[in-house]
């Protein structure tokens, strides 16, 4: 494990200084979705700190009650998430990166104020027009939900999400994560209050593409854990 994230590591700050970034500026996140809790404890053990997980079953399956969480640990969840599971998810996690629709954002903030607390949210945006993937299909619908962000005090915006083309040459897939940086550029000029920091794109078989395009945060699962049984 230790040598597989030295690796990544590496490979992140060699992503950086080939276009003149700061590592500092890219946050590894291990998706450990499909991997038992003792994987997730040898990559904690190994200095990972953030992790990934798309099932609000496999969340609450896998991870102890925050209280009982090691220091330091934080679990967000990137997959598509339904209506009816937001109560479940929302006192389990760290915050929701997969935030598609406005209705959902209604539900999240709704949820999370009568918790007592503010979800941290990326909004996921569909970049590669791939009809079986979630996010937001067009920069209308994104603004129109971000137009109703004073509605919503129990979300926090930090970000724009998205998933590149799977499979693909690399001019398609960097033309993906180029679109999420201009639209991210977009919002932050269109609305000069929120936080659009974090540029969340980028996976084991892309990630130095990505860094390449701007991305802030990287979500490796294969790369660190090895194959999974089963692919979502
Ligand atoms: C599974 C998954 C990843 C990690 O994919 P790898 O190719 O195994 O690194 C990243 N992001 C999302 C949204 C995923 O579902």
């Given amino acids: 494990m230790q040598e597989r994230i030295d690796r990544i590591r590496d490979e992140i700050a060699q992503a950086a200084a080939s276009c003149?970034?700061?590592?500092?500026?890219?946050?590894?996140?291990?998706?450990?979705?499909?991997?038992?809790?003792?994987a997730v404890m040898d990559?904690?053990?190994?200095?990972?700190?953030?992790?990934?997980?798309?099932?609000v079953q496999e969340v609450e399956a896998k991870f102890p009650p925050f209280e009982e969480r090691p220091d330091g640990?934080?679990?967000?969840?990137?997959?598509?998430?339904?209506?009816?599971?937001?109560?479940?998810?929302v006192p389990l996690v760290d915050g929701i990166d997969s935030l598609d629709s406005l209705k959902l954002a209604h539900l999240i903030s709704d949820c999370s104020m009568r918790n007592g607390t503010r979800m941290p949210v990326l909004l996921e945006y569909n970049t590669s027009a791939e009809d079986a993937k979630s996010g937001f299909e067009s920069e209308h619908d994104l603004f129109d939900m971000l137009d109703h962000i004073e509605e919503l005090p129990g979300i926090v915006v930090r970000g724009l999400m998205t998933v590149g083309p799977l499979g693909g040459d690399e001019r398609t897939i960097r033309n993906a994560f180029s679109l999420l940086r201009t639209v991210r550029d977009r919002c932050k000029a269109r609305y000069p209050s929120l936080d659009f920091s974090t540029l969340s794109m980028g996976m084991s078989g892309d990630f130095a593409w990505a860094i390449r395009e701007g991305s802030t945060l990287v979500r490796i699962g294969t790369r660190l854990f090895g194959a999974r049984d089963y692919t979502t």
């Fill in 20 to 38: 003149g970034r700061d590592v500092r500026e890219i946050t590894l996140m291990a998706v450990s979705k499909t991997h038992p809790w003792d």
């Fill in 43 to 55: 990559g904690y053990a190994a200095g990972l700190r953030l992790f990934g997980e798309n099932r």
């Fill in 73 to 89: 640990m934080q679990v967000r969840l990137i997959g598509h998430l339904q209506s009816n599971k937001v109560k479940k998810i």
